[in-house]
DNA sequence: ATTTTACCCTACTTAATTAATAGGGTATGC
DNA sequence: GCATACCCTATTAATTAAGTAGGGTAAAAT
């Protein structure tokens, strides 16, 4: 299951991306119009923030706002900053992997290989979509 | 990410589908050969007798053993006795739809429509593999 | 008939994660 | 210098995952 975090991670960043201009949005304007609690998207924008996606500014008239052109924002750096791995078992993940405790041999498990087509047509949605994509809803 | 109760399952079912006859395997064999502890397992294949995939005989001699052919068995309904919905958000699922509280327009939300790609692909994958398919392996 | 085998079932527990909430601190602009 | 709006840490309630404990029951072997 996708975590509300992330949920509202992309809904924030859509919502910045359809901006005409590329003045700071507040915190408080995104939390009301996505219906996200606010100390909640708080903490989602400061990560994404920590990670090179947004850049903010304090005081009055400040906020958040993206860095890159939407078109150049891929999902699958947002998921991997605000899900984790993309792969459903941490055996078949490119960036987190680790070995399974109870599997002897990767290439002989059954759950491995399906997880890996898995990952592998996920992976290509997410390298195929950027937040411009997104935004065409 | 995959629970090991679906993880756990899935190996139990391919290895009984690699038995040669159809003869019952006890819970303790396979437990042994899979490193999965004993009790977790014994849930797990209650889980899918419950459901119609798999048979059991009790007393001496007893055990497990699949009703069907692993060829017509589909991981689809495997995952979703075990894991349950596919999609990563309620409001993409077939078999396991809910509304999202937060969101007015589901035709207009970013998250719904990426999340309705990733099921289509995903759902893919699991309609055309069998469990005579992951025993290839 | 009795014993052994092996599944059947319920309840409990521990740890981790999620989704917040609380409560200040700090930089910026007017 | 004061209001604004981001910055940061800590805490918490609820849920789920992953087992663990302990006994019950049906079937087969003796």
Redesign the interface.
């Known amino acids: ?2 975590s509300k975090k992330t ?1 509202y991670g ?2 924030a960043l ?1 919502y910045l991306a359809k901006q005409e201009n590329k003045t700071p949005v507040q915190i408080a304007t995104i939390s009301k119009s ?3 609690s606010l100390k909640f998207l708080e903490s989602i924008l400061l990560t994404l923030r920590k990670n090179g996606v947004l850049g903010s500014k304090k005081g009055k008239g400040g906020g958040y706002y993206l860095l890159k052109d939407p078109s150049e924002i891929q ?1 699958t750096s947002i998921m991997r900053i605000l899900e984790g ?1 993309i792969s ?2 941490p055996c078949v993940s490119l960036n987190f992997y680790e070995k399974c ?3 002897p041999d990767e ?9 890996l ?2 990952r592998d ?2 992976l ?2 997410f390298r195929n ?1 950027s937040l411009a994509d ?2 065409k ?1």
Chains 1, 2 share one sequence.
Do not use: F, G
């Not at 290439?107 to 997880?115: D, G, P, R, S």
């Open positions: 299951m996708l949920k992309i809904k859509t996505e219906n996200i999902m791995p459903m078992v405790d109870d599997c290439n002989a498990c059954a759950v491995h290989n399906l997880m087509e898995v047509s996920t290509q949605i979509t997104l935004c809803c």
